[in-house]
């Protein structure tokens, strides 16, 4: 079945070092969404891509969609403490546009 | 001001028991969706409805059922067929459903979610 793998589960950096958090789909994707889930809160939208080998910007954020649509990166430079969080792909597949599907998520700790 | 709204917040579940989990949105979205979350997981999709009166099985279907009786309303039964309820219970809407490639695909909003346990 499809599967949108996440990694690495958990980053630990110290604030202002980069972090990058990685997606893999089995298939390829039609879109692409990330989300931010701050601890004891729920996922907030960030920002969606659609176009083989988009990249979008958000200040320190940085968002990849691959050239083949099957895989997306996440890199924030230079963390600060409010980018700790849980940042989630959801991937939507090219042949099924019924549901997205969630990777696992990556857990960042930003030590100040 | 628009958002979803769960409830209860936390909520305790005895063995044999059936409970319900609320969830009710005045965003006029089209779409709900309704995931667990476990702790290390992403989101598990166990229902989402496309449209008023129309839903369908996600992922993880199995001891859970759904009603959509109203655009607003979305509640989750987690029944006593479910033998590990414990988890974070978060739902979602979106103004459409996904419907094809491209810029369409609107983002899901998520309400803050119901802590279920059991006793």
């Known amino acids: 079945g499809q599967q949108v793998m996440q990694i690495p589960q958990y980053q630990h950096v110290q604030e202002g070092e980069d972090f990058t958090t990685y997606c893999n789909s089995s298939t390829t994707l039609s879109n692409i969404q990330w989300y931010k889930q701050r601890p004891g809160g729920h996922p907030v939208f960030l920002i969606q891509l659609v176009k083989s080998g988009e990249v979008k910007k958000q200040k320190r954020l940085t968002f990849q969609f691959g050239e083949a649509k099957k895989n997306s990166s996440l890199h924030i430079t230079a963390t600060q403490t409010t980018d700790v969080g849980t940042y989630f792909c959801a991937g939507l597949p090219g042949y099924n546009f019924n549901k997205f599907y969630f990777g696992s998520g990556t857990k960042l700790n930003v030590k100040p | 001001d628009g958002g979803i709204t769960q409830s209860p917040k936390y909520l305790f579940r005895k063995e044999g028991q059936n409970v319900t989990l609320s969830c009710e949105q005045n965003?006029?979205?089209?779409?709900m969706y309704w995931y667990r979350q476990d702790p290390g997981q992403g989101l598990r999709l166990i229902y989402y409805s496309q449209i008023v009166n129309d839903f369908q099985k996600g992922d993880i279907a199995e001891g859970y059922s759904v009603s959509r009786e109203k655009k607003e309303s979305f509640p989750l039964t987690v029944t006593s067929a479910q033998k590990n309820p414990t988890a974070f219970y978060l739902c979602?809407?979106?103004?459409?459903?996904?419907w094809g490639a491209g810029d369409s695909n609107q983002p899901q909003h998520f309400g803050d979610g119901t802590r279920l346990s059991i006793l």
């Open positions: 979602a809407s979106s103004i459409d459903p996904p």
């Open positions: 965003l006029n979205h089209d779409a």
